[in-house]
């Protein structure tokens, strides 16, 4: 599976990005897809998951309620719709797909994931 995420950009806090990932050269609805971000100096971080058919979602705490990871599995894209950004939130963007067995697994574990696009770059001033 080929990722490709878009849609970063400088925004200040408060306002709002979507994220886009699009996949090609698999069946896209038989992966699990995900959104991780790593900070400059930080580790990679877990960021929102959602199950192949979209049944199932999951968020890190840091981002609920704010962010929504949503897909379109005719389309082949996963979507990370970011509100309320927060200077905190700065940070690359990767999105992530794995291969999965059943329609509700979700994962927030990197080493989970067999793919991953280069990332995009969000922005946030204060």
Not at 59 to 81: E, H
Not at 95 to 100: G, H, N, S
Request: charged content about 15%.
């Amino acid at each position: 599976v080929q990722l490709q995420a878009s849609g970063g950009g400088l925004v200040q806090a408060g306002a709002s990005l979507r994220l886009s990932c699009a996949a090609s050269g698999r069946t896209f609805s038989n992966y699990v897809m995900g959104w991780f971000r790593q900070a400059p100096g930080k580790e990679r971080e877990f960021v929102a998951t959602i199950s192949r058919i979209g049944s199932r979602t999951e968020y890190a705490d840091s981002v609920k309620g704010r962010f929504t990871i949503s897909r379109d599995n005719a389309k082949n894209t996963v979507y990370l719709q970011m509100n309320s950004l927060k200077p905190e939130d700065a940070a690359v963007y990767y999105c992530a797909a794995a291969l999965a067995v059943v329609d509700y697994y979700v994962s927030n574990v990197p080493h989970h994931y067999d793919y991953w696009g280069l990332g995009t770059l969000v922005t946030v001033s204060s």
